[in-house]
């Protein structure tokens, strides 16, 4: 059962335009809410993460909306550029003895049109 | 800050033999290290996660006899893959998380690919 679901799978922007993935969970005692961006052969570099006492975050283009009640998260990227092809994950965790392993979603793949 | 350096990037091996991939925090101590494996266009799978001093805790279905996993320091953790398989093939990333107790962040290495001939 996937604990974090992410949607959409795929998703193709035009330059300027503004990029949006969702995520949702379950598990109401996780905490941190990160979210991931992965170029091919690379490994993935933390890019933005948002605690639940807090319902949005913003740094720079990138922006996280977070819905505690609809147990729902979502990035958004304004301005989309070519540079920004990648592909995006969401995370979370929670507070224990699991040193706070992350949980994944499954992943967006973003292409910028120029 | 917050880099993590692994080596070596890339490695091809026979069937059989064991390969030894080394995951380094460059700027940073950390307690906790993540190895994680990646199929091509999937997400990251958790293998295993190791605190510096203690024995790796390795997630159902991993086998621990053949995914080694050290963690000497608070800088270095190296994984092994024991008579590896072409089904060992894969990209290997670790992770790292700061020794600092506030710390949820981690921070991931350039990752490993992995070719078993």
């Known amino acids: 059962q996937q604990q974090v679901k992410q949607s959409p799978q795929s998703l193709i922007v035009q330059k300027g335009g503004i990029s949006i993935i969702n995520c949702a969970y ?89 | 800050g917050a880099v993590v350096s692994q080596h070596p990037s890339r490695v091809i091996c026979k069937s059989g033999t064991s390969v030894k991939i080394e995951c380094r925090s460059l700027d940073f101590q950390a307690t906790t290290m993540f190895w994680y494996r990646q199929f091509p266009k999937k997400s990251l799978m958790l293998m295993a996660t190791s605190n510096e001093g203690s024995k790796a805790t390795y997630e159902q279905g991993v086998e621990k006899d053949k995914f080694l996993i050290n963690h000497a320091s608070l800088t270095l953790s190296t994984l092994t893959v024991t008579s590896a398989h072409p089904e060992d093939s894969s990209f290997y990333i670790c992770s790292a998380r700061e020794a600092s107790g506030s710390s949820y962040e981690q921070y991931f290495g350039p990752g490993t690919r992995l070719t078993v001939t």
């Open chain 1, 26 to 114: 379950e598990n109401t005692a996780f905490d941190y809410f990160p979210w991931y961006q992965q170029f091919p052969g690379k490994g993935p570099a933390l890019l933005i993460a948002i605690r639940p006492d807090v319902s949005e975050k913003k740094e720079g283009r990138f922006t996280i909306s977070f819905n505690k009640s609809a147990k729902q998260f979502s990035l958004h990227i304004m301005d989309s550029q070519p540079g920004d092809s990648a592909t995006y994950f969401c995370a979370a965790s929670q507070r224990g003895g699991n040193n706070r392993k992350l949980i994944w979603g499954l992943g967006t793949s973003l292409a910028v049109n120029p």
